[in-house]
C-alpha cells in the first residue's frame, strides 16, 4: 500500500493552500470564541477573526510559547469543556512544570490518521507485526503509534519500554515486521542481541520507526546495519499531537508535515518568514484540532522546509531532518554547537560506540567540552598506541566540523548509562 489516504496526501499545492484558508478561518473564530488567552491576544493586537481570509494571513495572528501553557495549567488554554476530553497527556520536560494536553474523540481519530499515513511509508500494512517500544503513559509516543497501527490494521505488540531482554524475545518470537522506539533505545537493543544469546538473523524485521530526538545519518546507517532494516525518521511533538506531525516517505528526503492538519512556518530569530530552504525555528498551526488547537506554537525545533515535489508523489512540505533544538544548542567558548554534530563526527570514526555523553564546565573561566565516549567491542583500553591515535583523530575531526578544540575521554564497552527513551547527552555543569 502505497498511501493511507491517498486524495489528502497528493492534492496539489493549490488545493492543499485553499484547504488550509478554509481550515484556518474556522479555526481562528472557534478560539476566539471559546479561549480567552487567544481573544485577549487577538484583541491586544487588534486582529479579528473576519482579518484571516486566506492561509497567508497566518502572519497576522499572535504566538503560542510553551510557557503560555503551563502558565494555564492545567486546563486553562482548553477550547471545550473537559467533558469532552477523552484523553490527557503530559510532558514534564526540564523545568518541571507540567505541560498538559487533552483530546477529544475527533482528536483522537485525527492524530491517528496521521499516524497512520505515517506507519504507511515505513511500508507498515493489515500484515504487519508492528512493535511499540516508546513509553505507553503521559509520554505520547507509545499511544500515538499505537492507535495509527491499528487503524491500519495492524498487528500491535504494545511491549512500552524498558526490560531490554523481554523486548528482544518479543520482537524475536512474535515476529515483529516494523519496530517503534527512540533511535538510541534501538542502537541499545542493537548491542543486546549478542549477550542474550540472539542473532540478528533469526528476526524478521524490516523497518524501524524511530524519532523522539535527534539522530544523525551515521546513526541511521549504524541502526540499519546492526538491526538488519529499513530506519525511518518520525517526528512529533505533544503540544501539536505527539508522533505523526511529519515522517519520512520511501525517499527519506526530508519528512513530510501533514498539512491538512499541521501548518508549518520557518521563522527567524525575529519571527520573520525565512526564504525556502533556509533554516529557522519550525513554528506549527494545528488547523484540525478540538480540544486545545493551538496557534503560531513556536516549537523551538530549528530544520528547513521544502514545498518542491517529491518523488512518492505526495505534495505535503518536507522539514529537514532536525538539527536539534535551540535549547540543546551548546555555546562553548562562544561556538554554537548541537550534540548531533559531535554524534556525526564519532561514528564517522570506527572503534567508537554509538554511545556518548558530553560533559561541559567551567575551569578558570574557560568552557571546556569533555566528549565521552564508549570504545566499541574488541578495541581495549590498554592499548595506547591504537588509543592515541583514534583520540587524536576525533578530536581532528570535530575541529573540523564545529572549529571547538574538545577533550575526548574514553569508556569500556558497555560503561556509559543507557536510555530506554530519550538519551540524555549532556551535562552542563556551568548552570549548575
Ligand atoms: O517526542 C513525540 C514523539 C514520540 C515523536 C515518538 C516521535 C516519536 P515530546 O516529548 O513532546 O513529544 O517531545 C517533542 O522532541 O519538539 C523535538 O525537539 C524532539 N523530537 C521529536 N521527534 C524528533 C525527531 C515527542 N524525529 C520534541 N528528530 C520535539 C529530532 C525530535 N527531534
Known amino acids: 500500500m502505497k498511501y493511507y489516504n491517498e486524495g489528502i496526501e497528493t492534492l496539489s499545492r493549490s488545493q492543499l493552500e485553499n484547504l488550509q484558508g478554509e481550515l484556518l478561518k474556522k479555526m481562528v473564530a472557534y478560539v476566539y470564541e471559546r479561549v480567552p488567552f487567544y481573544r485577549a491576544k487577538m484583541d491586544a493586537t487588534k486582529v479579528k477573526p473576519a482579518d484571516i481570509k486566506s492561509i497567508r494571513d497566518i502572519v497576522k495572528l ?68 508492528v512493535h511499540i517500544a516508546y513509553g505507553y503513559g503521559m509520554f505520547t509516543g507509545g499511544l500515538g503509534v499505537h492507535y495509527g497501527a491499528e487503524k491500519i490494521g495492524a498487528r500491535v505488540v504494545p511491549a512500552s519500554s524498558g526490560n531490554t531482554a523481554r523486548q528482544l524475545q518479543l520482537l524475536k ?92 512556518e520557518i521563522l527567524d530569530a525575529e519571527l520573520n518568514p525565512v526564504p525556502g530552504g533556509t533554516q529557522g525555528e519550525l513554528v506549527f498551526t494545528t488547523l484540525a484540532k478540538e480540544a486545545i488547537p493551538l496557534i503560531r506554537y513556536r516549537t523551538r525545533d530549528l530544520c528547513t522546509l521544502d514545498t518542491s515535489a517529491c518523488k512518492c508523489g505526495r505534495t505535503h512540505a518536507r522539514m529537514g531532518k532536525l538539527l536539534g533544538r535551540t535549547d540543546d544548542m551548546l555555546i562553548i567558548r562562544g561556538v554554537n554547537l548541537f550534540p548531533s554534530q559531535i554524534e556525526a563526527a564519532l561514528l564517522a570514526q570506527g572503534y567508537v560506540s554509538p554511545n556518548y555523553h558530553l560533559l561541559v564546565s567551567r575551569v578558570d573561566n574557560t568552557d571546556v567540552l569533555e566528549v565521552q565516549v564508549e570504545l566499541s567491542d574488541g578495541m581495549f583500553s590498554d592499548e595506547v598506541k591504537k588509543l592515541e591515535k583514534l583520540r587524536a583523530d576525533i578530536i581532528k575531526k570535530i575541529f573540523s566540523v564545529t572549529g571547538l578544540n574538545v577533550l575526548v575521554r574514553f569508556f569500556n564497552p558497555g560503561s556509559l548509562p543507557r536510555s530506554e527513551g530519550k538519551a540524555a547527552r549532556v551535562t552542563d555543569t556551568r548552570k549548575i
Open 62 to 129: 499572535p504566538f503560542t510559547e510553551k510557557t503560555d501553557l503551563r502558565d494555564n495549567y492545567p486546563f486553562g488554554m482548553f477550547a471545550v469543556s473537559q467533558n469532552e476530553v477523552v484523553r490527557v497527556h503530559a510532558s514534564s520536560g526540564t523545568t518541571g512544570k507540567l505541560t498538559v494536553v487533552g483530546y477529544t474523540k475527533s482528536d483522537i481519530d485525527m492524530w491517528a490518521e496521521a499516524a497512520a499515513r505515517s506507519l504507511t511509508m515505513a511500508g507498515v500494512t493489515a500484515e504487519s507485526t
Open 173 to 264: 518470537d512474535f515476529e515483529a515486521t516494523t519496530l517503534c522506539c527512540t533511535p538510541s533505545y534501538a542502537a541499545y537493543l542493537a548491542e543486546s542481541l549478542k549477550s542474550n544469546g540472539y542473532d540478528i538473523k533469526d528476526f524478521k524485521l524490516k523497518s524501524g520507526v524511530f524519532g523522539a530526538e535527534p539522530w544523525t545519518e551515521a546513526m541511521r546507517g549504524h541502526i540499519q546495519k546492526s538491526l538488519n532494516l529499513r530506519a525511518f525518521d518520525i517526528y512529533g511533538l505533544s503540544e501539536i499531537t505527539g508522533p505523526g506531525v511529519s515522517m519520512e516517505c520511501e525517499f527519506q528526503n526530508g519528512l513530510h508535515v501533514w498539512e491538512d492538519l499541521f501548518y508549518p
